[in-house]
């Protein structure tokens, strides 16, 4: 087991240059030009010119690479063109807003979708499954933006309920932060909950088929145990890798959420970066974006040797 | 002594004028119909039918594990101990069941839940029926581990159940269901999936812990082998009704109803027919043919590997039939699909007339592909649902150039040989029955003009009845095509009726090789004398080819 995760570690370090490759030729490759967007409108040519000389982005791409890397590899990110500020500083501030809707959402997502799906699948063939499914490809079909500004017309403009927008540090005080963060966790969470819900619902109706289910009924044991102990502990694994994917897709969708809710986290680091054209901020954070990709997939195949003994490695 | 047993107690089970109804749309209106039987204590009563007969809807109805959507009780009771539990609520089934009435499976391997450690699995219907304290519940699945004679219980206590053998996982329900001595066992088919050494084993453990805890046992089965070896009485079952019963003897010796009378017939005898030895032209021959399966590199250097076969060597005349008979994972159908090169056999060859086809690439097989053909297991799977089954019998003949209407002609013929009305090429598998399948799937075989034909326990799934049409035709085609048939059973019965030659295999070893005759007679290996012991049913085999 910890060989095989040591084995793992080290498989995402090319998977991670890779990537580190792309964005910075990417980035390279688009026409526009950071220099004459610091400069702003009013900027001479000379001006721009300086500028370029002074982020280093005259020279040859190869060079540009060699420098950025050598200082990534260090620890060491380079200073925003635009915030100018170290990119590592920039980007801690901005964890605690991405990982704090992320962890909320994912809670929310679990604690309803699956014991929704069990309920579904309990019942299938009933109203209470034809709800849950009517629900849930509800919950697909309506794009996030419209769930978002739905969701402020209801509990913050008309209840009054719920701030509109903004963030709390968690340090100022964890009530207000939780306030907060409620519309946009249940913004991201609606299609994953939809989604979750249904793959529940089919996971834990094909293990209810098991020969199994039929044992511990003859057992005499209660259909909630039986439910639970042994219908959705055998339903875990294919469960747990939506769930894993799920995440790894909540990363990109907090780009969207934190514009709609204004949260000054990654996501809107990210928007701002981009269209900025701040190359260290963006190169920056999408290698953290593919490092916690690979990272929950580690974390996902390690768990299923925990649902599942027969899965070993 | 039967009668002064029944006759002087209560029965544990009495099931009186049972009705269940199926859902619109079936082929009849009752899943059973008015069925009545009586189950004393220490009793072992066999229900026996085909497929469909109603035995395991008897079963799930005495539970109470009827899905209630589809199966309704509309009449009639099943009364344990007095107690009717087709009008119990389901929270006093729950309460009965495990406690007055336990259930063990078909299939041990599905049968228990893979991610929970047996030990919990069995201290499961102490926890639900019981107080016991923690301590005391696993102190109480110790001993009954050891009562059904699982090796090394404190070991085992916590292995998962894919540790274990399937006769082991058997043991482990059968311990489940008695730990708290209910009245009444239900096993239904508990045998079926197990090789024929283990399911004497199980066959053994079963009446001995019923015998010693006064257990009433309902045993469902489709073989008679089994029926004869374990059952005081027997009900005969047929379409839900039932059609005879009676004492062991009086069912299997002298049955009265027709049907009875067909099914012991079916039943294919121990004792092998007289056969000429056959001297046709060799159509296939292997030679020290191995496959070993896992290979050590450098990464995985404790990496498994296993030897399916090693050095199997054998001869097919054309219009012979040589049979591989051994138990689960001896090796028999991997050296069936080495032969049809369906994977490439590490070492040895494989000879079509003169030629080594055992390493080919998939390129210089091609022409030699239409010479060996295989008929699989189950029917139910080796045909493509979406396809009808002309569309499958002339796909093969098609790729190999045939016209479509040339190829089309040939299935109508091949339909018409294999029982099946021509007109039957339009629907799909659906439609058909089990038996009717594997006749398609002959069909489709012989569609292609094979020299070889490979049938893999091709008629193992099937009813004794079908199997015997089934195991007929084969016969027949054989004779009339002049085809080389490997024949690979786990049966003893089938293999006796079957083949002019045997190889008995063990552990991916042929341990003896002779004409049916001799080895049936006088088996010189030691696991082939094992083997003939286990058969359950053999003074019934016997009787049988005496009579």
């Known amino acids: 087991m910890g060989g095989y995760i040591l084995r793992r570690v080290l498989s995402t370090l090319p998977v991670l240059a890779i990537v580190a490759v792309l964005v910075f030729l990417m980035l390279r490759l688009t026409p526009s030009d950071p220099a004459a967007i610091i400069a702003g409108d009013y900027a001479s040519p000379e001006q721009i010119e300086g500028i370029r000389e002074r982020l280093g982005l005259n020279e040859p791409i190869l060079k540009q690479f060699i420098i950025w890397i050598s200082g990534v590899l260090q620890g060491d990110f380079g200073e925003s063109f635009f915030y100018k500020k170290q990119v590592a500083e920039l980007i801690g501030e901005r964890l605690e807003p991405t990982l704090s809707l992320s962890v909320i959402t994912i809670l929310l997502v679990v604690l309803v ?5 069990i309920i579904a699948a309990h019942n299938h063939g009933t109203w209470i499954d034809r709800f849950v ?3 849930s490809v509800l919950g697909f079909s309506i794009p996030v933006f419209v769930v978002g500004y739905i969701l402020i017309y209801v509990f913050a403009v008309t209840l009054d309920w719920l701030p509109v927008q903004g963030y709390q540090r968690i340090r100022e005080g964890v009530g207000g932060w939780l306030l907060r963060l409620i519309l946009p966790a249940m913004t991201l969470s609606l299609v994953f909950i939809a989604f979750i819900a249904r793959m529940t619902r089919t996971s834990v109706l094909e293990v209810l088929n098991e020969d199994y289910i039929r044992t511990a009924r003859a057992k005499g044991q209660t259909e909630i145990k039986v439910l639970i102990r042994h219908a959705l502990a055998n339903a875990a694994v294919p469960i747990l890798t939506i769930i894993g994917l799920t995440v790894a897709i909540l990363i990109g969708g907090v780009v969207v959420t934190e514009s709609v809710y204004t949260l000054p986290g990654l996501g809107l680091l990210t928007v701002d970066a981009v269209l900025a054209r701040d190359y260290p901020t963006i190169q920056a954070v999408i290698l953290l974006f593919s490092f916690a990709y690979v990272l929950i997939n580690l974390l996902v195949d390690v768990a299923y040797t925990f649902l599942d003994p027969r899965i070993r490695y | 002594m039967q009668e002064v047993l029944t006759g ?4 544990v089970l009495s099931v009186r004028n049972l009705t269940v109804r199926l859902p619109g749309g079936a082929d009849r209106e009752n899943a059973i119909q008015d069925i009545s039987f009586d189950i004393g204590p220490r009793e072992i009563v066999c229900i026996v039918g085909e497929s469909g007969s109603g035995k395991s809807v008897t079963a799930q109805a005495v539970m109470g594990l009827l899905p209630k959507r589809d199966l309704v009780v509309t009449g009639g009771e099943t009364r344990l101990q007095g107690e009717d539990t087709t009008k119990a609520t389901i929270r ?5 069941r495990g406690t007055r009435m336990g259930m063990i499976f078909q299939e041990p391997m599905t049968a228990l839940n893979p991610v929970q450690r047996v030990g919990q699995q069995i201290a499961e219907v102490l926890e639900i029926h019981t107080d016991l304290p923690a301590a005391e519940q696993r102190k109480r699945v110790l001993e009954i581990m050891r009562a059904v004679q699982l090796p090394d219980p404190d070991l085992m206590i916590d292995a998962y159940p894919h540790q274990l053998s ?12 008695l730990i708290l001595d209910p009245a009444l066992l239900i096993a239904d088919e508990p045998t079926t999936a197990l090789d024929v050494t283990t399911q004497a084993q199980i066959l053994r453990l079963i009446k001995e812990m019923q015998s010693r805890r006064n257990t009433g046992v309902m045993f469902i089965t489709h073989d008679f082998g089994v029926v004869s070896e374990i059952a005081d009485r027997v009900v005969v079952m047929q379409r839900g009704r039932v059609v005879e019963q009676g004492t062991r003897d009086e069912v299997l010796r002298r049955p009265r109803e027709a049907y009875t009378k067909m099914l012991v017939a079916a039943v294919p005898s121990l004792v092998p027919p007289k056969r000429a030895p056959v001297e046709g032209k060799v159509a296939l021959e292997a030679k020290h043919l191995s496959k070993v399966y896992g290979k050590r590199t450098f990464f995985n250097r404790k990496a498994r590997i296993v030897k399916a076969a090693q050095d199997v060597n054998f001869q097919i005349r ?7 008979v051994g138990e689960s994972g001896s090796g028999k159908t991997t050296v ?6 369906l994977i490439e056999p590490s070492d040895g060859e494989i000879l079509i007339e003169t030629v080594n086809v055992a390493h080919l690439p998939e390129r210089d097989l091609r022409p030699y592909r239409r010479d060996i053909q295989i008929v699989f297991q189950d029917p139910y799977r080796s045909l493509n649902p979406r396809r009808t089954v002309g569309q499958s019998i002339v796909e093969g003949p098609i790729n190999f150039g045939m016209t479509y209407e040339k190829a089309q002609e040939k299935a109508r013929e091949l339909m018409g040989l294999v029982g099946l009305s021509p007109d039957a090429l339009d629907r799909y598998p659906h439609q058909f029955s089990g038996g009717q399948r594997q006749r398609i799937c002959i069909a489709r075989a012989l569609a292609m003009g094979p020299t070889l034909l490979i049938a893999d326990e091709a008629v193992s799934a099937l009813d004794v009845s079908v199997q015997a049409q089934v195991l007929e035709l084969l016969d027949n085609i054989r004779k009339q095509f002049d085809l080389a048939v490997l024949f690979i059973t786990h049966d003893l019965r089938v293999a006796a009726q079957i083949c002019d030659r045997i190889a008995v295999m063990k552990n991916g070893v042929v341990v003896e090789h002779g004409t049916t005759a001799e080895v049936f007679r006088n088996p010189q290996h030691e696991y082939t004398k094992a083997l003939f012991d286990a058969a359950p049913g053999r003074d019934f085999g016997v009787q049988q080819s005496v009579a």
């Open chain 1, 133 to 135: 499914m009517g629900f």
């Open chain 2, 336 to 341: 069936a699909r080495c032969v049809a090169r």
């Open chain 2, 8 to 11: 002087a107690t209560e029965p």
């Open chain 2, 92 to 96: 006093r089934l729950r309460e009965l």
């Open chain 1, 113 to 117: 979708a699956v014991p929704l799906g």
């Open chain 2, 318 to 324: 054309k219009g012979e039939t040589l049979g591989i």
């Open chain 2, 166 to 177: 399937g006769g082991q996982r058997q043991r482990i329900m059968i311990a489940a269901a």
